[in-house]
């Protein structure tokens, strides 16, 4: 296993992308095997934390009757709506206290998959001194990619943590650990 202390820079920050009750086991969209990412991402956390490396957590947070669900013609359930015990991190994620929730999917009008669509996540990294990103959460072909392309189109530096994330399915994740590396993005265990 990699020495993930080893791995920090300055300069870095760690994304945990949308992991959330509804995309685990019990909720409204599981991606199978989500909670594995859990103690991954845990351990990932500790380290940035250590290393004085800047945590962010985005998070769908969906109104009723949103863009995206099946009643109002998008592809999935209802799932993260505002408030709601599904909407909420993984209990047993430990995001510290000083970690930036970046919030999404709340327009009425289109859904936000990317951490940085519309939410002035890649000026503030700027402001920050932020040039490289550690990305893990779910789901690696939705969430997870919209996020990493962003941040490549952004001008960001990206590794995805691997053992860090899952996809909906086995070949849309194929398909996304493809299309992040053909924008560029690293591939951490």
Same mark, same amino acid.
């Given at each position: 296993?990699? $020495?993930?202390? &080893? ?13 959330? $009750? ?10 199978? $095997? !989500? ?6 991402? $845990? ?14 957590? &985005? ?8 863009? &995206? ?59 920050? !001194? ?41 070949? !849309? ?10 924008? !560029? ?5």
């Amino acid at each position: 296993m990699t $020495n993930i202390d &080893s791995l920090f820079a300055p300069g870095d920050a760690l994304i945990v992308v949308d992991v959330q $009750n509804d995309f685990c086991a019990g909720g409204a969209l599981p991606v199978e $095997n !989500g909670d594995a990412v859990v103690p991954v991402l $845990n351990r990932w956390i500790e380290a940035a934390t250590k290393a004085n490396v800047p945590v962010y957590a &985005s998070r769908d947070w969906h109104p009723v009757g949103h863009v &995206s669900f099946q009643e109002s013609g998008g592809p999935w359930p209802p799932h993260c709506i505002q408030d709601s015990e599904g909407a909420r991190f993984h209990p047993e994620l430990r995001l510290p206290d000083s970690a930036i929730v970046v919030t999404k999917g709340v327009r009425f009008d289109q859904d936000q998959n990317s951490a940085f669509d519309q939410t002035g996540l890649a000026q503030h990294l700027r402001k920050a !001194g932020i040039r490289r990103l550690w990305v893990g959460g779910l789901a690696e072909d939705v969430c997870v990619l919209a996020t990493v392309l962003d941040a490549r189109t952004e001008g960001f530096e990206v590794m995805v943590i691997r053992d860090a994330t899952r996809p909906v399915t086995p070949q !849309g994740g194929e398909k996304a650990r493809r299309e992040m590396q053909d924008a !560029g993005a690293g591939v951490a265990s």
